[in-house]
Every structure is written in C-alpha cells, then in structure tokens.
C-alpha cells in the first residue's frame, strides 16, 4: 500500500516531536491519519482498518477458524514474544533512562531484573515458535498472515535490539524465519 509516512521521533532521537503528542494523548507511535483528520493509534487496529479497505490478499483469515486462530497467534507474538523483547530493550538502553515505560510523561525508572526476566521471555517464545511451526507452515496456519508479521518484528527486534538470537537446533523457526524474511515486502 502506498501509504506516505511521517517520522515524528522514534526510532531516530530519544522523544516523540511535540506536534505530534499535541493530538496524541496516548503519546506513542504509530498512528495513522485519515484524511478526514481521525488519528487511529494501536498497531492492529491499524491493520484492522487498512485490512478491511484492501481485503486482498486476506492477511486476517478468510473465516471465523481462520480468523480466530491468526489472531490467537498475532496476540501470543505481541503479548509473550515482543513485550519480553521490550521489556529488555527498555531496561537495558542506556537511550532509556527513567522511560521504562511507553508514552508516560513522568519518569520510569528502568528495573534490572527486567532484563533478565525478558530474555527468559523471548527464550521462551522462541520455543513456542519452534513448536507451532513444526505443525504448520506460517504462524496462523496454511497461509502467510498478520501474526507472521508481528512475530517477524518481534524476532527481528529481539536479534537487533536485545541481542537474542534464535537458537541454531530451532530448526523449524528458522525455517519460517528464511521464509518470512525473503517475502520482497519484508526484504524492502
Ligand atoms: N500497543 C501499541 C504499542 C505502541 C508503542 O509502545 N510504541 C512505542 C514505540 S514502538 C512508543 O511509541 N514509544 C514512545 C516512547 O517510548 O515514549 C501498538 O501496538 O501500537
């Protein structure tokens, strides 16, 4: 989709631009802008929203099984595989003092044993991944779909920003991930 994107800080400086939080109550990215001037935040209620505009190819399931089961696993990624990733990143970036939390306008300190307890996270969805996807071919089953976007992020983050590599007997995950990663929108 040709979409025009607008960076208003992150990842390239340490803040989010005051124009952009002056309507962004929620203070995070990304947020999409309509033209009608409605600000969606939330990354899957964006996909959600641009999924029903452009429903080919389907990237949300073409029936409710479908649908249920994509959205099991984009949730598992977000909610086990990225926030044991962030957690890391957060606690451990020196770019992150006192912002150990999203879009908060008061400090955060950053917790140590955030670190530690993330790893433990990502390692163990890694191993998730490498079960579910030695009984399917992507993460939502027969079909490339929006929760094998979401892990792709959360494993790409977790090697660039936590250092956490997949482990070399998890061969069914790296498998998926050679897979997932030539698609040419994930090459681009
Ligand atoms: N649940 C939100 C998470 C959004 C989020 O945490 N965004 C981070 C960067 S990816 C952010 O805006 N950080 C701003 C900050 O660190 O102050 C979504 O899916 O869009």
């Known amino acids: ?10 990842p390239k400086s340490s803040a989010l631009q005051p124009e952009y939080l002056v309507a962004s109550p929620h203070r995070l990215v990304p947020a999409l802008e309509l033209d009608n001037g409605t600000r969606i935040g939330e990354a899957m209620a964006i996909c959600r929203y641009l999924e029903a505009l452009h429903p080919e190819p ?6 409710p099984e479908e649908a249920a089961l994509i959205d099991m696993w984009e949730r ?31 400090p955060v300190p950053q917790i ?26 992507f993460l939502g089953g027969a079909a490339f779909s929006v929760a ?9 983050f977790a090697k ?24 040419p929108s994930a090459a681009a």
């Open 112 to 137: 140590e044993q955030l670190v530690t307890r993330g790893q433990a996270r990502v390692e163990r969805f890694f191993g998730i991944l490498e079960d579910r996807l030695g009984e399917t071919e």
């Open 148 to 156: 094998d976007i979401t892990a792709l992020c959360t494993v790409d």
């Open 76 to 106: 598992r990624a977000e909610l086990e595989g990225m926030r044991g990733v962030v957690e890391m990143f957060r606690n451990a970036n020196p770019g992150f003092v006192d912002r150990g939390l999203a879009g908060w306008t008061t």
């Open 160 to 183: 660039r920003a936590a250092k956490s590599e997949i482990p070399p007997d998890a061969t069914n995950l790296l498998r998926w991930y050679e897979a997932v990663s030539s698609r």
């Open 58 to 63: 389907p990237l949300m399931g073409r029936d």
């Open 1 to 10: 989709l040709d979409i025009a994107i607008e960076e208003v800080g992150i």
